[in-house]
T-cell receptor
Framework: SQQGEEDPQALSIQEGENATMNCSYK?????LQWYRQNSGRGLVHLIL?????REKHSGRLRVTLDTSKKSSSLLITASRAADTASYFC?????????????FGKGTHLIIQP | GAGVSQSPRYKVAKRGQDVALRCDPI?????LFWYQQALGQGPEFLTY????????KSGLPSDRFFAERPEGSVSTLKIQRTQQEDSAVYLC?????????????FGPGTRLTVL
């Protein structure tokens, strides 16, 4: 079963625009991660946000976490063609420590040149 | 190489055959994970090792699935009597095994097709 659900399922934008995707989850967590998957580089970790953090930045990425709403968002600013990929949120499978991950179904992002 | 490697990259099996998928984690990584990814879906957790100990196998879909990591490094995922529903990409990941949230590094996957 998959805990996280990304929204939208698919998103197509013009290069240079910002892309926002959302993730909702069901149970309490102590951290949430975002991963990107494309055919060229496989599944790659983007950013981790802990439950006591509300916002985190990494380069063109901005992640927010609202534990009261059990939701997270990923914003990619100034999108590039290379950002075309599927994006997944992932939460701890069980305990929250060094643990397997439960992924959502993903948002498929297409950046139009 | 510096990354996680998996072999074979592609495997075609006839229904009922046994298959073995190999994962070479990043050197020094304590934790190793297996996931199954069906077409158009996110990866689904199968099992987790810390060194040679299999700490969580709650995601294995049936007793036809078996994983081992006997020396705490290379791992093998074995599927016995393969069925068509086993067709998927099998991903292996490794991490340092820190006490707490940890970045997982994924291999390229093995695409299994069961005919």
């Amino acid at each position: 079963s998959q805990q996280g659900e990304e929204d939208p399922q698919a998103l197509s934008i013009q290069e240079g625009e910002n892309a926002t995707m959302n993730c909702s989850y069901k149970t309490s967590i102590n951290n949430l991660q975002w991963y990107r998957q494309n055919s060229g580089r496989g599944l790659v970790h983007l950013i981790l946000i802990r439950s006591n953090e509300r916002e985190k930045h990494s380069g063109r990425l901005r992640v927010t976490l609202d534990t009261s709403k059990k939701s997270s968002s990923l914003l990619i600013t100034a999108s590039r063609a290379a950002d075309t990929a599927s994006y997944f949120c992932a939460t701890p499978h069980s305990g929250g420590g060094a643990d397997g991950l439960t992924f959502g179904k993903g948002t498929h992002l297409i950046i139009q040149p | 190489g510096a990354g996680v490697s998996q072999s074979p990259r592609y495997k075609v099996a006839k229904r009922g055959q046994d298959v073995a998928l190999r994962c070479d984690p990043i050197s020094g990584h304590v934790s190793l994970f297996w996931y199954q990814q069906a077409l158009g879906q996110g990866p689904e957790f199968l099992t987790y090792f810390q060194n040679e100990a299999q700490l969580d196998k709650s995601g294995l879909p049936s007793d036809r699935f078996f994983a081992e990591r006997p020396e705490g490094s290379v791992s093998t995922l074995k599927i016995q009597r393969t069925q068509q529903e086993d067709s998927a990409v099998y991903l292996c990941a490794s991490s340092l095994g820190l006490a707490g949230p940890d970045t997982q590094y994924f291999g390229p996957g093995t695409r299994l097709t069961v005919l």
